[in-house]
């Protein structure tokens, strides 16, 4: 994504969020399932690092925070709208000498964007997937900046194929007024390619509805090459077709 791009995500992250923010958490938790479960699941060691890429209002921060007292926890985020909810959450919890927050954009996630050079043990999507422009480019970057035992845990929107035809056409429209944009081929290809992991790796909501993912570096390059063959193969079928 370019410098104006990103800008203009920025922009569009504000836009969208500058009065949201206020009731986000109130009206999200009807919708966002999961989140609790995959923070449950992290097991981090003492002294782990963790990075939630789109912390939002910094509600998953203060869990994780007290969940795991000794970790080091930071939270990212291209909504400076947002940001600044996520940094009065931490003040009434107390915890906002524990967790640094920076703006900026998942496709170019580094620890250098706090300052430091030790790679994350832990990088959480927690529904910002379907948010993120260039959503394969942040997959690699997390997997760049991962330590060679860290994982990427993921929850986001399924293909939400098991809530019938209407409730699935109903529910992405009201997504699309979100800017949320479900990423079916990421669940899809995640299926396809780890048939024999795929208990111990992947969960699937009911209804399709979301998914909860935890996997390698080496996972996420095979996951994020795959998807682009595929398309590519959809995009020449198209054209040999036409």
């Given at each position: 994504?370019s410098?104006s791009d990103s800008r203009?995500h920025a ?7 500058r009065?949201?923010r206020?009731i ?7 919708y966002?399932f999961?989140r609790?479960r995959m ?19 910094g ?11 000794q970790?080091?926890?930071y ?20 915890l ?6 920076a703006q900026?954009?998942a496709?170019?996630l580094s ?17 910002s997937l ?5 959503w394969k480019?942040?997959?690699?970057a997390?997997?760049g ?9 993921v ?5 939400l194929?098991g809530?019938g035809?209407?409730?699935e056409h ?6 699309a007024?979100?800017?949320v944009s479900p990423?079916?081929?990421?669940l ?17 909501l ?7 993912l935890n ?8 996951l994020?090459?795959a998807v ?5 193969g959809?995009?020449?079928s198209?054209?040999?077709?036409g």
């Open positions: 994504m410098s203009g922009a569009l992250m504000d836009s969208v969020y009065r949201q206020y986000y958490d109130l009206t999200r938790k009807y966002l999961g609790d923070i449950r699941d992290l097991s981090l060691a003492p002294d782990a690092s963790v990075v939630e890429v789109g912390c939002g209002t509600r998953n921060l203060v869990q994780i925070a007290r969940l795991y007292p970790a080091k926890i939270g990212l985020d291209a909504s400076s709208e947002m940001l600044k909810t996520a940094t009065q959450s931490l003040k009434r919890a107390g906002e000498s524990r967790v640094a927050l900026g954009y496709e170019a620890p250098s964007m706090f300052g430091h050079s030790r790679p994350f043990d832990a990088i959480l999507f927690p529904y379907s948010m993120i422009p260039d480019q942040a997959l690699r997390a997997a900046a991962l330590s060679p035992s860290g994982r990427v845990h929850v986001d929107f399924g293909d194929t809530l035809r209407i409730g109903t529910l992405r429209a009201w997504l007024l979100f800017h990423r079916t081929e990421l899809q290809t995640f299926e396809s390619n780890t048939q024999n992991e795929r208990s111990r790796n992947l969960k699937i009911p209804g399709r509805y979301a998914f909860i996997c390698t570096a080496k996972d996420l390059y095979r994020t090459d682009a063959d595929e398309s590519q959809v995009g020449k198209s054209e040999s077709s």
